[in-house]
């Protein structure tokens, strides 16, 4: 099993303050994917990042995935209350034998709220 | 709305009772998914089905029993379970089960959040 770790764990923060939450692990990931799932609801896919180093911005979110493609971060500008959710970030890296294929390997999620 | 629905939403059941989950998808997928989803703990892969067949089965308890009639609907039947079964439990489907491809998404359910009394 590939270990995620995210961090922090538990975030809460005004309304306009920037913001940062980590995704990493000791295995090397084929690609990355963020997730976020608001309450009540499943996660909704937000980004894939694939090549080492890459930056990807959907908004004000910015997504990196690190060099050595074994973690990720996620950067949010001046959030908003409607950023508040549970953000998921999960790893593809190929499945134990017998098996083909890539399977995704997900953290443990980073609980935002934004504070209006 | 992401093409994929849950039902029930809730479900309280004793450890005695036997009921089921359903998922349904209107992607035109080929591969579906359980996942279990726990306070503080991943999303741990239960099955996963691709084009009907059952693909994967990450040592889950037999208390447990999936079943996929066609490509298009996915149930979870559940049978003895215990108070540590209670999660919420998520389906996915995407379009192959290859997963992790930089083109390949996973759709999610809004979940069933089960009580095991």
Redesign the interface.
Known sequence: TQLLEQSPQFLSIQEGENLTVYCNSSSVFSSLQWYRQEPGEGPVLLVTVVTGGEVKKLKRLTFQFGDARKDSSLHITAAQPGDTGLYLCAGASTRPVPYTGNQFYFGTGTSLTVIP | E?G?T?TP?HLVMGMTNKKSLKCEQHLGHNAMYWYKQSA????E?MFVYNFKEQ??NNSVPSRFSPECPNSSHLFLHLHTLQPEDSALY?C?SSRS???????????????TQLSVL
Request: no cysteine; hydrophobic share 30%; net charge positive.
């Open positions: 992401t994929v849950q939403r503080k703990k991943p999303l892969l693909t994967e998520l996915a089960a290859q997963g992790g491809k930089n083109n390949e998404k996973l759709f999610f359910g809004s979940g």
